[in-house]
């Protein structure tokens, strides 16, 4: 499957359409707990 990515968030408040989301683990969160939330706002992986 081919899939455009235009851009790359971490944070999925700023995540465009088409962006991909990085889920980065820090000592106060881990951004994994929000991969429902990026596909949601339309990220492409």
């Known amino acids: 499957m081919k899939v455009s990515v235009t851009g790359f968030c971490q944070d999925t408040r700023r ?25 949601d706002r339309g990220a492409s992986s």
């Open 15 to 39: 995540l465009g359409s088409g962006e991909m989301f990085v889920a980065l683990k820090t000592g106060k969160r881990d951004g994994h707990d929000f991969l429902d939330a990026a596909k």
